[in-house]
């Protein structure tokens, strides 16, 4: 039994429907199970991570895991979202596990890098009794999605950052990795790895929006939002200061993230999916 946890998210939902495709036991861990969509071989079941006892019954008999979080950076004093589902993981003895984590967790001092070092840590611990493997990809395509809502309305996004480029990665592709070291035929091959992940081109929003239109036959044009005003967005949204600064100076200071990098065609044996390809796979989600 493999246990994706984060299992209507991007990342775990493709996962899920990968796993059970193979013909792999499946148990889906959400906090909604009532209303989450999965293949209909997967087993859905209630999960969160500030309910101890609903992870221990997630993760019983488990022999495999696929561990992500979505607590936000700062909302907490350290990651204990990642922290308890390791933790359940360990008692129920799981033999092999995977890690969602981000690209540069293993390095950097800012309060970005720290939280996931930590988040990190609890699984790459040497007393662990685990296969681990770390996937730390940049941003990821489906990011895209934010802007369904005003295309949906009219052909123009507000976009800050529109100019900066980042290597997008297709969850699917994370998933198909995610999948290899999870499943036993080849869990030798990847176990001890942190994988830095990327997309096969790098783009930046303006681009990416570029090829949207592309795909909907639409002429779509970007808005840009001052840096001042994004700033200002995420302290609204809640983002604590010292997030607010991590993230402002790693986007306008550096151009981490903008590399491609050879990861998963080296991994799969085949060249990464296409900003374009992913666009053409979610139409849907922009037209209504």
């Given at each position: 039994?493999?246990?994706?946890?984060?299992?209507?998210?991007?990342?775990?939902?493709?996962?899920?429907?990968?796993?059970?495709?193979?013909?792999?036991?499946?148990?889906?861990?959400?906090?909604?199970?009532?209303?989450?969509?999965?293949?209909?071989?997967?087993?859905?079941?209630?999960?969160?991570?500030?309910?101890?006892?609903?992870?221990?019954?997630?993760?019983?008999?488990?022999?495999?895991a696929f561990l992500m979080s979505?607590?936000?950076?700062?909302?907490?004093?350290?990651?204990?979202?990642?922290?308890?589902?390791?933790?359940?993981?360990?008692?129920?003895?799981?033999?092999?596990?995977?890690?969602?984590?981000?690209?540069?967790?293993?390095?950097?001092?800012?309060?970005?890098?720290?939280?996931?070092?930590?988040?990190?840590?609890?699984?790459?611990?040497?007393?662990?009794?685990?296969?681990?493997?770390?996937?730390?990809?940049?941003?990821?395509?489906?990011?895209a999605l934010q802007w369904a809502?005003?295309?949906?309305?009219?052909?123009?996004?507000?976009?800050?950052?529109?100019?900066?480029?980042?290597?997008?990665?297709?969850?699917?592709?994370?998933?198909?990795?995610?999948?290899?070291?999870?499943?036993?035929?080849?869990?030798?091959?990847?176990?001890?790895?942190?994988?830095?992940?990327?997309?096969?081109?790098?783009?930046?929003?303006?681009?990416?929006?570029?090829?949207?239109?592309?795909?909907?036959?639409?002429?779509?044009?970007?808005?840009?939002?001052?840096?001042?005003?994004?700033?200002?967005?995420?302290?609204?949204?809640?983002?604590?200061?010292?997030?607010?600064?991590?993230?402002?100076?790693?986007?306008?200071?550096?151009?981490?993230?903008?590399?491609?990098?050879?990861?998963?065609?080296?991994?799969?044996?085949?060249?990464?999916?296409?900003?374009?390809k992913w666009a053409g796979a979610?139409?849907?989600?922009?037209?209504?």
């Amino acid at each position: 039994m493999i246990l994706v946890t984060g299992a209507t998210g991007h990342v775990g939902g493709e996962l899920v429907r990968r796993l059970t495709a193979a013909g792999h036991p499946v148990r889906a861990m959400t906090r909604r199970p009532a209303e989450a969509e999965l293949p209909a071989d997967a087993e859905a079941v209630y999960g969160d991570a500030d309910d101890p006892a609903s992870l221990d019954a997630a993760f019983a008999g488990a022999e495999g895991a696929f561990l992500m979080s979505a607590q936000g950076v700062g909302t907490a004093p350290g990651p204990t979202h990642d922290l308890a589902l390791a933790e359940a993981a360990a008692r129920a003895g799981v033999r092999r596990l995977v890690k969602l984590s981000v690209l540069d967790a293993g390095a950097g001092s800012d309060v970005i890098a720290r939280w996931h070092a930590e988040a990190e840590a609890a699984v790459t611990d040497p007393s662990r009794a685990w296969a681990w493997t770390l996937l730390r990809p940049g941003r990821f395509m489906s990011n895209a999605l934010q802007w369904a809502g005003q295309l949906r309305a009219g052909d123009e996004v507000a976009v800050p950052f529109a100019d900066r480029p980042a290597a997008s990665i297709d969850p699917a592709d994370l998933a198909e990795v995610a999948a290899l070291a999870l499943t036993p035929a080849s869990t030798d091959e990847h176990a001890g790895k942190a994988y830095e992940l990327s997309g096969p081109q790098s783009l930046t929003p303006r681009q990416e929006l570029a090829i949207l239109g592309e795909t909907l036959g639409r002429d779509l044009h970007v808005r840009p939002v001052p840096d001042e005003a994004a700033r200002a967005g995420m302290t609204e949204y809640g983002f604590p200061p010292e997030v607010v600064d991590a993230i402002m100076q790693r986007t306008l200071e550096s151009d981490r993230g903008a590399e491609v990098l050879p990861t998963v065609e080296k991994v799969l044996g085949r060249p990464a999916r296409t900003f374009a390809k992913w666009a053409g796979a979610h139409a849907g989600a922009f037209s209504g």
